[in-house]
């Protein structure tokens, strides 16, 4: 037996060796992905997909140069759906474990049907590949070598028969080896399944291949690569083995196969050549609130933000996710409020599932779920006699890397302590009452980790705050427990606070107080907007978005007298060339989701200030589409200068549209930014201070606006606080370190020029800015920035990773300690920069689509490089040592280069010389673009 053994081992490896000087060049990145939403993002890492044809999915938009989508089509066998289609005489048989019927392919009318209920409708939807399955089924109906022969020879002329029809359409063959000596030319690969570990569905088990069948299919695919075919291998393993799924491609990989390893209903992103790393966040809630208004979205989301993940919150009272997360997300996040939510059985059923499928899961707050012993015990955790009356406790033990972030643990309440032993992982939080009995309120444990109230974020009531409340503080510090919980590696991450290794620097202005008269002296009874028009705009050309309110400019609107006159302010601020144009709506809603729930409140104050909204003459029903769509195009028509048109859209008031009316900017194709906003100021210092990028709203990613307006800084704009702004300097240095948060975001509104302190502060906080060393873009670069932040896909290969759909996002990090980027050689890197504890690496993705790859090595580079730069970094490639890279700016270039001692640096052909500051070299024109070669001896 064990000769045997030897003697598979050894015919295994001749075969391999022969191929292995081919076998790179054969292995594609290739993923199947058989459920209704494939995640068309992740999936773009790979060369090839092969997608069911009834999906949401549209090759279309998929496909670029070398990376196509083929459709699964079955050509042996027909789904029950598909019974009546099938023509007389067309079935053999039927497969019991699959419910299918079992094709008749030797005949004409058979095959004929085939191509046009089946090819004809994918080639019309898009696909020019096709996945053709069940090439082998008739060997199951059919015992006779005579009648098994006229199958293959109906499946030789069906394949012949789909080329002649459709040229240029790229075929995969699973198995059907016997057809390959005939049609091998007409064919793009071959795949097999089940080389390691395979699935059984008349079981539904998953199993381990025996040697003998292995060595029998490798024999195959061996056999097919001689024919000049990529061959690819599919193997199953449930959805929890992630790690002996990445070894079980590998196996496949050195075998000179393209690996594909998934789950036994392929409805997962499993793991090939490439594995992608999932970047969403799950969060779960409960409650009647909308997300915005969630611990979620106020406290959790920015540090997972950080972290390099995008995060979706959901309530469990409309539902929770179907089937498995594993391999689309990273892990979930919930935030309940107390044990007893009304979801609660359907909540813990759900998160035994994902723990069991090897999702990792947060519990923040409260469990959600009934805490005895039923629930917990399957968690790890022992529940203990819960004692009456009301028993003091205090803190007995803490890990101060994870508890005590921003202000110290507290002991719970006395009618909320509950005895809780955590029996498998990490404490972090122990407290003891006077009976002796201790809770583990916070730990690690297999399955991710919980922390649970008051200990996650305290409310300081002893600091008085804005509008009375009291300011929180994280107690837990979220991202050491997060990254450790969730189990997030260290990775390149997308990064959307700087560029180029230059913090972002942006300014925007919502259109509140544009017909304010100032009480400036020089400027007395002047609108504010000219103020800033003159004192601002004029003077400080920094990439700035002007948004107005429409409803100041009609001629029936709120200044009708005055109407001709703001318009022709409003014009001379549209056109300068670093303002960018945005709407701020029509009537500026104060309230969205109440004017929302009932139009009619339009007109009315209630007990909001200024009222539901401004109360425009003649407007008295809320409509989203006058706000959002009719705004955009009235600024178009009668502010914008010809060439420009709005490119943003600036919530105003509470800022909380629904998904419906975020979807209209959508649709009238503008970004959208407001809402948030980071507040983080000496007084309070804490990061609860500092929101997300953003929110999901449906399908739809409302923007927030990085920092808060001075309205903020000013107490509502009330005297004596005018000059309140200034304070904004110390979010922005807050925010910088020892974490870079957020870029320097200048928001103001125009009745800034309506009081001299408030011009004064502002200026002051833009003089401030401005002696930073920036890269300054337009709000809705940023914008941009952070919807493609949702969408980058960062992928683990063999020794690199790999970037796809990258969009806007150039900058991305990675922690110190993974080294340095390779440089040499590579296309799509132009550099790097260090800030704090994390590298900046700065990228400018393929034109053609292909991902980007990123080798990273202990050894600094040696060859020259952009350290930073105040401009885009749009294509860079090395040649050699040689280094070539464009750059786009708002402003005159300045940049520095790294290890450019004795190199010639060229703006086009024009030689130019740089000044040396220590090791770097300064370099600083007069134009906002450029194309260099830095070329070294």
Same mark, same amino acid.
């Given at each position: 037996?064990?000769?045997?053994?030897?003697?598979?081992?050894?015919?295994?490896? !001749?075969?391999?060796?022969?191929?292995?000087?081919?076998?790179? *060049?054969?292995?594609?990145?290739?993923?199947?992905?058989?459920?209704?939403?494939?995640?068309?993002?992740?999936?773009?890492?790979?060369?090839?997909?092969?997608?069911?044809?009834?999906?949401?999915?549209?090759?279309?938009?998929?496909?670029?140069?070398?990376?196509?989508?083929?459709?699964? /089509?079955? !050509?042996?066998?027909?789904?029950?759906?598909?019974?009546?289609?099938?023509?007389?005489?067309?079935?053999?048989?039927?497969?019991?474990?699959?419910?299918?019927?079992?094709?008749?392919?030797?005949?004409?009318?058979?095959?004929?049907?085939?191509?046009?209920?089946?090819?004809?409708?994918?080639?019309?939807?898009?696909?020019?590949?096709?996945?053709?399955?069940?090439?082998?089924?008739?060997?199951?109906?059919?015992?006779?070598?005579?009648?098994?022969?006229?199958?293959?020879?109906?499946?030789?002329?069906?394949?012949?028969?789909?080329?002649?029809?459709?040229?240029?359409?790229?075929?995969?063959?699973?198995?059907?080896?016997?057809?390959?000596?005939?049609?091998?030319?007409?064919?793009?690969?071959?795949? /097999?399944?089940?080389?390691?570990?395979?699935?059984?569905?008349?079981?539904?088990?998953? &199993?381990?291949?025996?040697?003998?069948?292995?060595?029998?299919?490798?024999?195959?695919?061996?056999?097919?690569?001689?024919?000049?075919?990529?061959? #690819?291998?599919?193997?199953?393993?449930?959805?929890?083995?992630?790690?002996?799924? #990445?070894?079980?491609?590998?196996?496949? *990989?050195?075998?000179?196969?393209?690996?594909?390893?998934?789950?036994?209903?392929?409805?997962?992103?499993?793991?090939?050549?490439?594995? !992608?790393?999932?970047?969403?966040?799950?969060? &779960?809630?409960?409650?009647?609130?909308? *997300?915005?208004?969630?611990?979620?979205?106020?406290?959790?989301?920015?540090?997972?933000?950080?972290?390099?993940?995008?995060?979706?919150?959901?309530?469990? +009272?409309?539902?929770?996710?179907?089937?498995?997360?594993?391999?689309?997300?990273?892990?979930?996040?919930?935030?309940?409020?107390?044990?007893?939510?009304?979801?609660?059985?359907?909540?813990?059923?759900?998160?035994?599932?994902?723990?069991?499928?090897?999702?990792?899961?947060?519990?923040?707050?409260?469990?959600?779920?009934?805490?005895?012993?039923?629930?917990?015990?399957?968690?790890?955790?022992?529940?203990?006699?819960?004692?009456?009356?009301?028993?003091?406790?205090?803190?007995?033990?803490?890990?101060?890397?994870?508890?005590?972030?921003?202000?110290?643990?507290?002991? +719970?309440?006395?009618?909320?302590?509950?005895?809780?032993?955590?029996?498998?992982?990490?404490?972090?939080?122990?407290?003891?009452?006077?009976?002796?009995?201790?809770?583990?309120?916070?730990?690690?444990?297999?399955?991710?980790?919980?922390?649970?109230?008051?200990?996650? !974020?305290?409310?300081?009531?002893?600091?008085?705050?804005?509008?009375?409340?009291?300011? +929180?503080?994280?107690?837990?510090?979220?991202?050491?427990?997060?990254?450790?919980?969730?189990?997030?590696?260290?990775?390149?991450?997308?990064?959307?606070?700087?560029?180029?290794?230059?913090?972002?620097?942006?300014?925007?202005?919502?259109?509140?107080?544009?017909?304010?008269?100032?009480?400036?002296?020089?400027?007395?009874?002047?609108?504010?907007?000219?103020?800033?028009?003159?004192?601002?705009?004029?003077?400080?050309?920094?990439?700035?978005?002007?948004?107005?309110?429409?409803?100041?400019?009609?001629?029936?609107?709120?200044?009708?007298?005055?109407?001709?006159?703001?318009?022709?302010?409003?014009?001379?601020?549209?056109?300068?060339?670093?303002?960018?144009?945005?709407?701020?709506?029509?009537?500026?809603?104060?309230?969205?989701?109440?004017?929302?729930?009932?139009?009619?409140?339009?007109?009315?104050?209630?007990?909001?200030?200024?009222?539901? /909204?401004?109360?425009?003459?003649?407007?008295?029903?809320?409509?989203?589409?006058?706000?959002?769509?009719?705004?955009?195009?009235?600024?178009?028509?009668?502010?914008?200068?010809?060439?420009?048109?709005?490119?943003?859209?600036?919530?105003?008031?509470?800022?909380?549209?629904?998904?419906?009316?975020? *979807?209209?900017?959508?649709?009238?194709?503008?970004?959208?930014?407001?809402?948030?906003?980071?507040?983080?100021?000496?007084?309070?210092?804490?990061?609860?201070?500092?929101?997300?990028?953003?929110?999901?709203?449906?399908?739809?990613?409302?923007?927030? +606006?990085?920092?808060?307006?001075?309205?903020?800084?000013?107490?509502?704009?009330?005297?004596?606080?005018?000059?309140?702004?200034?304070?904004?300097?110390?979010?922005?240095?807050?925010?910088?370190?020892?974490?870079?948060?957020?870029?320097?975001?200048?928001?103001?509104?125009?009745?800034?020029?309506?009081?001299?302190?408030?011009?004064?502060?502002?200026?002051?906080?833009?003089?401030?800015?401005?002696?930073?060393?920036?890269?300054?873009?337009?709000?809705?670069?940023?914008?941009?920035?952070?919807?493609?932040?949702?969408?980058?896909?960062?992928?683990?290969?063999?020794?690199?990773?790999?970037?796809?759909?990258?969009?806007?996002?150039?900058?991305?990090?990675?922690?110190?300690?993974?080294?340095?980027?390779?440089?040499?050689?590579?296309?799509?890197?132009?550099?790097?920069?260090?800030?704090?504890?994390?590298?900046?690496?700065?990228?400018?993705?393929?034109?053609?689509?292909?991902?980007?790859?990123?080798?990273?090595?202990?050894?600094?580079?040696?060859?020259?490089?952009?350290?930073?730069?105040?401009?885009? #970094?749009?294509?860079?490639?090395?040649?050699?040592?040689?280094?070539?890279?464009?750059?786009?700016?708002?402003?005159?270039?300045?940049?520095? &280069?790294?290890?450019?001692?004795?190199?010639?640096?060229?703006?086009?052909?024009?030689?130019?010389?740089?000044?040396?500051?220590?090791?770097?070299?300064?370099?600083?024109?007069?134009?906002?673009?450029?194309?260099?070669?830095?070329?070294?001896?």
């Amino acid at each position: 037996m064990l000769l045997r053994d030897w003697k598979t081992l050894l015919a295994i490896l !001749v075969m391999s060796l022969a191929l292995a000087s081919t076998s790179k *060049a054969h292995l594609v990145s290739i993923a199947f992905y058989y459920g209704a939403h494939p995640p068309r993002h992740s999936l773009q890492a790979f060369h090839w997909v092969v997608v069911q044809p009834d999906a949401h999915f549209s090759p279309r938009r998929f496909d670029k140069k070398d990376r196509y989508a083929f459709a699964y /089509a079955s !050509v042996g066998e027909a789904s029950a759906g598909e019974y009546t289609k099938v023509p007389p005489g067309c079935v053999l048989g039927r497969d019991r474990a699959w419910g299918t019927a079992i094709l008749n392919e030797a005949r004409r009318t058979c095959r004929r049907d085939f191509l046009h209920q089946v090819i004809a409708p994918l080639w019309k939807q898009g696909y020019r590949g096709f996945f053709l399955d069940d090439l082998d089924a008739y060997r199951q109906a059919l015992a006779g070598a005579g009648a098994r022969a006229r199958q293959r020879q109906g499946l030789i002329r069906l394949i012949r028969a789909i080329k002649t029809s459709h040229p240029a359409a790229r075929l995969i063959l699973n198995r059907g080896f016997r057809l390959l000596p005939a049609i091998h030319t007409q064919v793009t690969a071959v795949a /097999a399944e089940s080389l390691f570990d395979g699935w059984d569905q008349k079981t539904g088990r998953y &199993l381990p291949i025996p040697r003998v069948t292995r060595r029998r299919l490798l024999r195959k695919l061996f056999a097919a690569r001689r024919l000049g075919l990529p061959v #690819i291998g599919i193997d199953y393993l449930p959805a929890r083995q992630r790690r002996q799924a #990445i070894a079980d491609a590998r196996r496949i *990989a050195a075998l000179g196969i393209s690996p594909y390893v998934t789950n036994g209903r392929l409805s997962m992103l499993g793991v090939g050549t490439l594995y !992608v790393m999932p970047r969403k966040i799950l969060m &779960l809630y409960s409650g009647p609130q909308d *997300a915005q208004h969630t611990s979620l979205n106020w406290y959790a989301a920015m540090p997972l933000n950080y972290l390099g993940y995008s995060t979706r919150i959901e309530n469990v +009272a409309f539902g929770l996710p179907h089937g498995t997360l594993a391999g689309r997300y990273a892990g979930i996040v919930t935030w309940f409020e107390n044990d007893h939510v009304p979801q609660g059985a359907a909540v813990y059923r759900f998160l035994r599932r994902q723990m069991r499928d090897g999702v990792p899961v947060a519990i923040l707050g409260s469990f959600g779920f009934a805490a005895d012993a039923g629930h917990l015990h399957p968690l790890g955790l022992s529940v203990g006699h819960i004692p009456r009356g009301l028993v003091g406790n205090r803190v007995t033990f803490r890990d101060p890397r994870y508890v005590g972030f921003e202000t110290p643990p507290v002991a +719970a309440a006395p009618n909320n302590f509950r005895p809780l032993a955590l029996r498998r992982g990490r404490r972090l939080l122990v407290l003891q009452d006077a009976r002796d009995q201790s809770e583990d309120a916070a730990g690690l444990t297999p399955w991710g980790g919980y922390a649970l109230s008051p200990d996650v !974020v305290s409310y300081l009531g002893a600091l008085p705050s804005r509008k009375g409340r009291a300011p +929180a503080a994280w107690v837990l510090n979220p991202f050491r427990f997060l990254r450790r919980a969730l189990r997030l590696p260290a990775m390149p991450v997308p990064d959307t606070t700087t560029e180029s290794g230059r913090r972002l620097l942006m300014a925007q202005i919502d259109g509140d107080g544009f017909a304010n008269k100032s009480w400036i002296y020089r400027y007395r009874d002047r609108y504010a907007g000219e103020v800033i028009l003159k004192q601002i705009l004029d003077k400080y050309r920094l990439p700035t978005s002007a948004s107005f309110i429409v409803s100041y400019f009609t001629p029936h609107g709120l200044f009708p007298k005055a109407a001709a006159h703001l318009t022709a302010i409003a014009r001379r601020i549209a056109a300068l060339p670093w303002v960018e144009v945005a709407s701020h709506t029509f009537s500026h809603p104060f309230n969205w989701p109440a004017l929302e729930h009932d139009p009619a409140l339009m007109g009315h104050k209630g007990d909001m200030r200024y009222g539901y /909204a401004l109360t425009v003459p003649g407007y008295t029903r809320f409509s989203a589409h006058k706000e959002v769509g009719w705004a955009i195009r009235w600024i178009n028509r009668h502010i914008a200068p010809p060439g420009k048109r709005v490119s943003l859209l600036q919530w105003s008031g509470d800022c909380d549209p629904d998904a419906r009316v975020l *979807a209209l900017s959508y649709r009238a194709h503008v970004l959208n930014l407001n809402g948030g906003g980071a507040t983080e100021t000496d007084a309070e210092p804490f990061v609860t201070k500092v929101r997300g990028l953003g929110i999901f709203k449906g399908r739809y990613f409302q923007v927030y +606006a990085p920092m808060q307006d001075e309205n903020v800084y000013t107490h509502s704009w009330t005297s004596p606080y005018y000059y309140g702004y200034v304070r904004a300097i110390q979010t922005f240095k807050l925010t910088n370190s020892p974490r870079r948060l957020k870029p320097l975001d200048i928001y103001y509104h125009f009745y800034s020029g309506a009081r001299v302190a408030g011009l004064r502060a502002l200026r002051h906080v833009i003089t401030w800015a401005l002696r930073q060393r920036t890269d300054a873009i337009f709000p809705s670069q940023f914008a941009r920035i952070a919807v493609d932040f949702g969408h980058a896909v960062v992928a683990r290969g063999a020794r690199s990773w790999y970037i796809s759909d990258a969009g806007a996002d150039r900058e991305w990090r990675i922690p110190v300690r993974l080294g340095y980027p390779r440089l040499r050689g590579t296309r799509g890197l132009a550099g790097f920069d260090r800030h704090g504890a994390v590298r900046y690496i700065h990228i400018a993705p393929p034109s053609t689509g292909a991902p980007l790859r990123i080798r990273l090595t202990p050894t600094r580079p040696r060859v020259p490089y952009v350290h930073d730069a105040n401009a885009t #970094i749009t294509s860079a490639f090395y040649d050699g040592t040689d280094l070539s890279f464009a750059l786009a700016g708002h402003k005159g270039l300045r940049f520095r &280069l790294a290890n450019a001692a004795g190199c010639r640096v060229r703006d086009g052909h024009r030689p130019i010389h740089g000044r040396v500051a220590g090791s770097l070299f300064t370099y600083h024109l007069e134009a906002h673009h450029g194309r260099f070669t830095v070329r070294c001896p």
